[in-house]
DNA sequence: GCGTTCTTGTCCATATTATGGACAGAACAT
DNA sequence: ATGTTCTGTCCATAATATGGACAAGAACGC
């Protein structure tokens, strides 16, 4: 393929070869990873892989063997294994991210009453790192910390998308295609819903991925313009009509703020 | 080398081929996790993996192109990216250990008065999974959570080597032989440790990895008999003479008993 | 300055390694 | 019984990862 060019061209250095299978290895990791503690049968992962079952398996088993991935013997599930965790605690624990974004979880959910969310880009996924709890007696809690979903099926991920430059967001849509089955959407539905965060300002999902709840969520950006994270307010519909959902946002892309200034601040 | 026994002798389920890459890949990603927040330079890690350079370095530069691997740019060392600590989302957060453990760190602390550490092993290495400071004014912080090194250069990597079949442990002494130098021990030294540990009944450092300091660690055992865990008292020499020393022991060995109970319980 | 000895990074012919089509068994449904 | 969908395995083959050799940069000595 292209040999050209050794230098990166704008940004991106992708591709580098000479290590395919640990690439796929590592997206089977990821796939494995958005089925949490329960997993994920085989088949699902070579779906969404798009690789063949063999290969999958051998993958898999292999990671097995080195403790990376472990595979329920009830129902035969895999799931990301304990070896993960301790590689992960090389790392210094409370990202600076988190400790930005914490004092204006912490104010929005007392003023709006409702449960926020902090979402990350990792790859072509959301990934929700931080949850705050609101006061009000009926909360969507079934977003928990750590849970991972195909960027796009998601209000957070719909805003990152649109936070993203038109031509990048366009290219994760698709190579999630495979993935939008399992969410009951779709590419086209997707890239309207971008088209209408980026008019609006935020994103936001009519029909929240639980039924009978809604989504509002704003993207943060880093200095370089580059989208960090998503802020997200989750409800049931009947909390958030128009008027509601217009103050909503406005604190919502208030706290933005604040927590875009704290990353600066902290750079 | 030895294309032989397909099927597994005892119980270990070893030889699976077909992805030596993705196994290298992570032998580099363990050399790297020891090396925590700082790093560590491309030699070392292929001094202690014992492949050749380009290999790890073609290694490391695709798994940094995943985000599983960061450079410093700064220093040129490797060390562990934020793509790890994503992974390790999916699986449940406190451990069962750790919450069998906790009391009996805390209790254990207060007693002795110094700082106890929990350390679990992990394929070759040990690592420190939870610390709890003591009250007395000097403390040995060193050691952190998250650190990691190959068993048989700390105490507790002693402890749980002599808890192990000699026959393994022999086998992980053997295995580390490389990275010893680095820690200033060898093959013999730390088989002459273990075999004090076996006779002690706990696993004991006159010259801890601190200079002036002295460890005494006790293995804790699973219900089918393997090591789970070794808790460690470390304090400056001066605190842990022979009478001390007894003293100690006894309050961990009394703990350990109680975690494993705990174990048990939950299991 | 200039050699020496470190380090990291790159190339590419080669053979070792990973691949996936084909097959088989297990579980469940009709 | 017979179909369908899942997981697991085999092995000839092609593609992939390998590592020796080379290059360039950094740090040190003098």
Redesign the pocket.
């Known amino acids: 393929m292209d ?1 050209t060019s ?1 230098r990166s061209s704008t940004r991106a250095t992708e591709p ?9 290895a590592l997206s089977v990791l990821r796939i494995l990873a958005a089925g949490r503690e329960d997993g994920v ?6 779906r969404a892989t798009g ?5 999958v ?5 292999v990671l097995i063997e080195e403790s990376i991935v472990e ?1 329920h013997d009830k129902t ?3 799931a990301i294994g304990n070896q993960v965790p301790e590689l992960a605690l090389a790392r210094p624990r409370p990202s600076p991210l988190l400790v930005a974004a914490g004092p204006s979880l912490r104010r929005a959910s007392a003023e709006i009453g409702d449960t926020l969310f902090l979402t990350v880009r990792t790859g072509n996924d959301t990934l929700c790192v931080d949850r705050r709890i609101g006061a009000y007696p009926i909360q969507v809690l079934s977003i928990e910390v750590g849970a991972r979903r195909p960027l796009g099926v998601s209000s957070a991920g719909v805003a990152i998308l649109a936070a993203l430059p038109a031509q990048d967001a366009r290219k994760i849509v698709t190579a999630n295609e495979a993935r939008f089955e399992a969410y009951r959407t779709d590419v086209a539905t997707v890239l309207g819903e971008i088209a209408a965060a980026r008019r609006l300002g935020y994103g936001m999902r009519e029909i929240g991925l639980i039924q009978g709840t809604k989504s509002i969520s704003t993207w943060i950006k880093t200095p370089d313009g580059r989208p960090a994270a998503a802020m997200t307010v989750s409800a049931v519909r009947t909390r958030l009509g128009p008027r509601r959902e217009q103050e909503v946002a406005e604190i919502l892309l208030r706290e933005t703020r604040v927590i875009e200034q704290a990353i600066r601040a902290s750079a």
């Open positions: 040999r050794p580098r070869q000479g290590a395919q299978a640990i690439r796929r049968p085989l088949a699902e992962v070579v690789l063949t079952r063999p290969t398996h051998r993958i898999v088993h595979r035969g599930r895999y």
